[in-house]
Nanobody, 124 residues
Framework: VSLMESGGGLVQAGGSLTLSCAAPGSTYSINGMSWYREPPGKQRELVAQISPGGSNSYADFAKGRFTVSRGSGSYEVLLTINSLKVDDTAVYYC???????????????????WGPGTQVTVSS
């Protein structure tokens, strides 16, 4: 099982973008989520986190422009980026601390589950 990011693309500087990270369906719930990004030629860096209790934390560069929030269900987490800068160009990844699948006949938990990433390109 893996997560899937979406919402990336080519955006002009100053614009906004909302990225989504979703588990395969409503039988899943995400407990704790981190967003990372990997700019071209640079190392992957932490952007923001949302705890199982719903509290958020941000890297210094992300404070004020990035917002991490829950999506429409417990299986989706969003990252909204405002006032985009060229330096925000990167592949954005999400990582679930715990990905829990609950059905009538089973419950299982996977830890540190990553998505494949979504490209965000900001043009000047």
């Amino acid at each position: 099982v893996s997560l899937m990011e979406s919402g990336g693309g080519l955006v002009q500087a100053g614009g906004s973008l909302t990225l989504s990270c979703a588990a395969p369906g409503s039988t899943y719930s995400i407990n704790g989520m981190s967003w990372y990004r990997e700019p071209p030629g640079k190392q992957r860096e932490l952007v923001a986190q949302i705890s199982p209790g719903g509290s958020n934390s941000y890297a210094d560069f992300a404070k004020g422009r990035f917002t991490v929030s829950r999506g429409s269900g417990s299986y989706e987490v969003l990252l909204t980026i405002n006032s985009l800068k060229v330096d925000d160009t990167a592949v954005y990844y999400c990582k679930a601390d715990e990905l829990v699948e609950s059905t009538d006949w089973l419950q299982r938990t996977e830890y540190d589950v990553w998505g494949p990433g979504t490209q965000v390109t900001v043009s000047s």
